[in-house]
């Protein structure tokens, strides 16, 4: 199974915990990917606190499933704090609100 966490206010709010279940995902044979709206170049705390198992994917300003599934990477659970950053189903707002 391929498993997303977000990382801010998802992994980063206990991130203790969240390596212990990412572990225990990755032991059972699952594949664990972080996926973030952050750009690249702010991605150097995300490598030092997630587990080195876990590949960073930098959507930024886009959909986090849209740009999985141009890269052929299906995604069969997605834990965020913001399932409108997921799919364009729910509205995206970032910045100030319309």
Request: one cysteine or more; glycine letters at 4%.
């Amino acid at each position: 199974m391929n498993i997303a966490i977000d990382y801010d206010d998802t992994y980063s709010r206990d991130k203790k915990m969240w390596s212990s279940v990412c572990q225990s995902m990755i032991k059972n044979g699952h594949k664990v990917f972080c996926i973030t709206k952050r750009r690249k170049q702010l991605g150097k705390e995300i490598r030092k606190n997630i587990l080195r198992e876990i590949p960073i994917i930098f959507v930024e300003t886009r959909y986090k499933k849209q740009t999985t599934l141009k890269m052929r990477l299906p995604i069969d659970v997605w834990i965020d704090d913001k399932p409108e950053s997921i799919t364009p189903t729910l509205p995206l707002f970032y910045g100030r609100k319309k």
